[in-house]
């Protein structure tokens, strides 16, 4: 039986966000103040993204999509060492899938291969900015390494304009030279040389003349500002190391407070939206595009907050620790907080897409308690899970009177939250499976489930009568020996009949077996992230592994369906380690808040 298609992408309907952000760009549409709005999400490929970096998707690929315009997907690759293509897929993968489903023009990646910017204003030819990049690898995002022959122009004018110089500084000389914060720094006494000996220098650089760390290109701003960003930043430096996206035509490469203005500029980025760290940078973001007096309107940089969550981290250094010391099984684990891992676990992504509805936009820093997140599947998976029958940990009911061979089909609803309910057949046989939680031999007070003697409905089916349980040689229930009323069932001469307890089941033959896993929170405490010994936090819980009973129709289950075992949770097929036949199922998120008792 096929389900019900899952997950088209849709955003619920809700009210248009608003933010300060926001407003901004609600001003300057009204001023008409640019012809299209355009922001960017520019990921550095050095890691998996996770659900931190989704606020910041949402929010740009949002402003872009509720104006009309364009969010560029854009590879912040100038830092070749810890950069890899894995990250860049991996990336790619994730903002596709989690946008998915918003007007498609608002993605930048379609305009990839034709001209991101344009090249002339009022006529006049923009004296830097070369051709669109075509690199025939680049179907799709756009890559600040791809326009690394045009920052080797801007720098060269920079130099020109006197506002740049080759320093022959070694790093630690560098840093020692820089000052601290109530400290101002000291000029490099290579700050003076000649706009013709820089020229010559920053060619050789690039030529491959120096080793590494020999020199570096420096603004020339206020070694005593108070910001200390201002302090002659660092432009370019040597790193003979080849690049995952550029090759190995470079050798010099830039920073990112000079890659991304500038990188800005040529995408013709109208709001350049970042986090609050940035904040101190934005004078610099601002003295560069400045001081080359470029021909085109600048783009703007503004900050906001950005997104922790309780029992999380984001930070990509201890994921990837998590990941390198095998506390989780790689970077898509259900239990890390990388969309790729909560795409495995079954979080749709519109259910990440209303957490950062729900969270906001603001300037202030705070954590957002994980519940609220919980709290945005469950509702998400409400709506669009199909209801189904499985037993996570079965003990064997018999039913005394059925024949064997013999099976009942039931009606069974497929999610009643729907406009017009759907159904289908469950079979009862002569064997059930029961969860053993719903079974007791003596009972604690006010026990409604199945005891000795006992009387519990089958959902879907039938009242049953417990009248005998057998054990093994240990004293474990092997078997409960039950009778079936089936004048009980929906349409019989006693549907009526009430019992206090309903509970789910699965034929024993005819039900397919399943490994199924339990997740639950990494970590153990609110704020795992405090400490550097945060592994000592992992939740030794946080994975559970059963065997399984389903329901027959869960046999042709497909990875984009999503399902709510009734009383249990919801769940999706692993991607990864289903095969046909061996489905794996991981829970996604259980049905209630277990932690809120805690
Ligand atoms: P790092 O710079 O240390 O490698 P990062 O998480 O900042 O890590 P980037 O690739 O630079 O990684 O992030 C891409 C974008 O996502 C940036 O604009 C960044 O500000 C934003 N971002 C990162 N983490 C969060 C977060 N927790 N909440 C909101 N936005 C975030
Ligand atoms: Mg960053």
Redesign the pocket.
Known sequence: MSVEPTDPGAAPAAPAPSDFIRDIVAQDVAARRHAEIITRFP??PNGYLHIGHAKSICLNFGIARENNGRCNLRF?DTNPVKEDVEYVESITTDVRWLIAGWADHCLGLKVKGGTPAQQTVNGRADAYAAPAPASARDTEAFFASDYFEELYGYAVALIQRGHAYVCDLTPEETEAYRGAPDKPGRDSPYRTRSVAENLDLFARMRAGEFPNGARSLRAKIDMASPNIWLRDPLLYRIRHTAHHHAGDKWCIYPL?DFAHCLSDYLEGITHSI??I??EVHRPLYDWILQRLELPRALPRQYEFAKLNISYTIFSKRRLLQLVNERHVNGWDDPRLPTLSGARRRGIPASAIRRLAALVGVTKFESVTDVALFEHAIRDELNALAARRLAVLRPVKVVLTNLPAGETVLCDATNNPQDENPTTRQVPLTREVYIESEDFAEVPPPKYFRLKPGGEVRLKYACIIKCDEVVKDATGAVTELRCTADLTTRAGGTNADRKVKGTIHWVSANLSVAAEVRLYDRLFTVAEPGATDDFTRHLNPGSLEVVTARLEPSLATARVEDRFQFERLGYFALDPKDSAPGRPVFNRTITLKDTWAKK
């Open positions: 990921p550095e912040d990112y970042c986090t760290e940035f």
